[in-house]
């Protein structure tokens, strides 16, 4: 099991998952382990801290990494839910005080081929860009670059 070494175990999940918990390390096991080590890159190359749930630290953030299978935020088959057997969550929308959506795609791109996997990047959502940062390894076999920007 990775355990990722930028991000906390509360950081990747809501709440009522991470109280399940005693031993908090176990919720690493959630997700793939190339999505975690990506997150941990994505970090090291930007320099600056990232978020994805602040629900520990009273933020309004909760669902931005795993979402429980039965949750009813974003998409039924989301990559940030776990698609088992098949996959575990593999998916997280980052944000950054200091970078924005567009850096992020800009660092990431730079550092390309650094990447242990492809990934798939949303860059749109309803015809409008994102605001955050969507980041996942939920890529099929035939994904022909490293890195995938998609439409939702």
Not at 118 to 145: C, F, Y
């Amino acid at each position: 099991m990775y355990k990722c070494k930028h991000f906390a175990p509360y950081e990747l999940v809501p709440p009522e998952i991470y109280n399940k918990y005693t031993n908090k390390d176990e919720i690493y096991d959630l997700f793939e382990e190339n999505f975690l080590k990506v997150l941990d890159l994505i970090r090291e190359w930007s320099g600056v801290s990232l978020v994805i749930n602040d629900w520990f630290w009273k933020g309004k953030r909760r669902d931005s990494g795993y979402r429980a299978p039965n949750s009813t935020v974003g998409a039924t088959k989301s990559a940030h839910k776990p698609d088992l057997p098949k996959r575990k969550a593999c998916a997280a929308d980052i944000i950054s005080n200091k970078l924005t959506t567009k850096q992020l795609w800009a660092i990431i791109d730079n550092h390309r081929d650094e990447l242990p996997c492809k990934i798939r990047i949303e860059k749109t959502s309803d015809g409008k860009l994102l605001t955050w940062l969507h980041v996942d390894t939920n890529t099929s076999a035939t994904q022909p670059t490293k890195i995938y920007y998609f439409i939702a």
